[in-house]
């Protein structure tokens, strides 16, 4: 993943700290969440995801990627919100960002 700032966006006074960030979407993986290819999510890097969260996860230190976070049969996964994608398992070259928060779309 790569750090290009591209822009600004306005939060609102009381959901602003310094922990925010903003990821472009590029794909459909959580098209049925309602987060389609070109949307704008807002991380919070100081909220950790939990089961039932959808959340910012770096793979390999390298690609960042936004799905649900869920446990199954005491197994950790990254689950899309798309059934052509399958569910990934949660390892060691899988570290969590932060939550998802906010979500931005131009119409």
Do not use: C, W
């Amino acid at each position: 993943a790569e750090e290009n700032k591209i822009g600004e966006i306005s939060i609102p006074q009381e959901k602003f700290n310094q922990n925010l960030f903003a990821l472009k979407i590029n794909g459909d993986s959580m098209i049925n969440a309602g987060i389609h290819d070109g949307d704008i999510v807002v991380i919070d890097k100081g909220v950790e995801p939990k089961n039932g969260d959808i959340g910012a996860f770096m793979i390999n230190e390298m690609e960042a990627t936004v799905k649900y976070l869920d446990t199954i049969s005491g197994k950790r996964y990254l689950i899309p919100a798309n059934k052509s994608y399958e569910d990934q398992e949660v390892n060691s070259n899988i570290q969590p960002i932060g939550k998802v928060v906010s979500l931005f779309r131009d119409i």
